[in-house]
């Protein structure tokens, strides 16, 4: 069993940046992979960027390089850093972990970018 809890959203100018947080319920390195995805309005949940527990990162290609994962393995929680943030990434954003063959998901934070 992994709970995850999504914050750190919000309404930010065009340019910005936000640090999104996935507190999770145990150590995140028993945790395969720790995961960020985003559903904008009207559309399907995407992937944004993964952090595996060997440290490896991988991203999603429209975040060009704006976009950090990171973590904090004393805290349990894994960070999205969004820099230079465009109306487009507006979205609800999500954490995903699998532990032990199975999924979870964090309940969402909004965020919006907007002038």
């Excluded at 960020?36 to 060009?64: C, H, I, L």
């Excluded at 894994?78 to 465009?86: A, D, R």
């Amino acid at each position: 069993q992994v709970q995850l809890v999504d914050s750190g959203g919000g309404l930010v100018q065009p340019g910005g940046s936000l640090r999104l947080s996935c507190a999770a319920s145990r150590s995140i390195f028993s945790i395969s992979v720790m995961e960020w995805f985003r559903q904008a309005p009207g559309k399907q949940r995407e992937w944004v960027a993964s952090m595996f527990n060997s440290g490896t990162t991988r991203y999603k290609d429209f975040v060009s390089g704006r976009f950090t994962i990171s973590r904090d393995n004393a805290k349990n929680t894994v960070y999205l850093q969004m820099n230079s943030l465009k109306p487009e990434d507006t979205a609800v954003y999500y954490c995903k972990a699998n532990y032990q063959g199975s999924v979870y998901w964090g309940q969402g934070t909004q965020v919006t970018v907007s002038s």
